[in-house]
């Protein structure tokens, strides 16, 4: 899938590549342009990739995606059956979700069922037009053994949430201060530490013990 395909560039190179490609793209203008230059070689759905149904069936994502939404279509994307996606994505914003440490709410998740790797960086002149700011390629391939089960991706994006939002150490939020000593040390984390201080891992075993105690 090539999501906010554009004039296709992208689309040609995974068609040239041998993939059965869709591309998603929301404005009529462009969409028209992309029907009249594959014709049936491609399937052209115009949507908007914030409101379209996702397949039901496993899926890759191949996009450049716009630098201002790449958070929200990646939050709906990868709750989706998406097996691996290669974005184009700000170079800030991929920065700061392919960090291991410190965290944030969104990588945190992700990374609970996708290996996250930062790829490459693409100075903004690579682009026409270019952008005012650098860019990167961020790759999402899923776990074939996630760090929380995949039945329970809501609520464990309800319990990092309430984490997150907080703001307060995680013994004072999501746990009590005693699990929090005992687990400290075991996980790797101090006792008194805030959410963005724990990684993917640590919060996998976090939350463990907490649906242990509370189920």
């Avoid at 201080?197 to 907490?210: I, P």
């Amino acid at each position: 899938m090539d999501l906010g395909a554009g004039t296709g560039v992208l689309t040609r190179a995974l068609l040239e590549a041998g993939g059965r490609v869709l591309a998603v793209e929301r404005d009529a203008t462009l969409a028209a342009g992309l029907r009249a230059r594959f014709g049936g070689e491609v399937s052209v759905v115009e949507t908007d990739a914030l409101t379209w149904p996702l397949p039901t069936e496993p899926f890759v994502v191949v996009a450049n995606l716009p630098f201002a939404g790449s958070g929200a279509i990646l939050s709906r994307l990868l709750r989706g059956p998406v097996t691996r996606a290669v974005v184009i994505v700000e170079w800030a914003f991929a920065q700061k979700q392919a960090a291991v440490w410190p965290t944030t709410l969104k990588s945190t998740y992700w990374r609970a069922f996708y290996e996250l790797e930062l790829a490459r960086r693409l100075d903004h002149t690579a682009f026409s037009p270019p952008p005012s700011v650098d860019a990167a390629v961020l790759h999402f391939t899923r776990r074939r053994r996630p760090l929380v089960p995949s039945s329970e991706s809501d609520r464990y994006w309800r319990f990092l949430s309430q984490a997150f939002h907080a703001g307060a150490e995680i013994r004072r939020s999501v746990l009590t201060p005693l699990q929090a000593k005992r687990l400290a040390p075991t996980l790797g984390f101090a006792p008194n530490a805030r959410p963005r201080e724990l990684d993917a891992c640590q919060w996998a075993g976090v939350y463990g013990t907490v649906r242990r105690v509370r189920p």
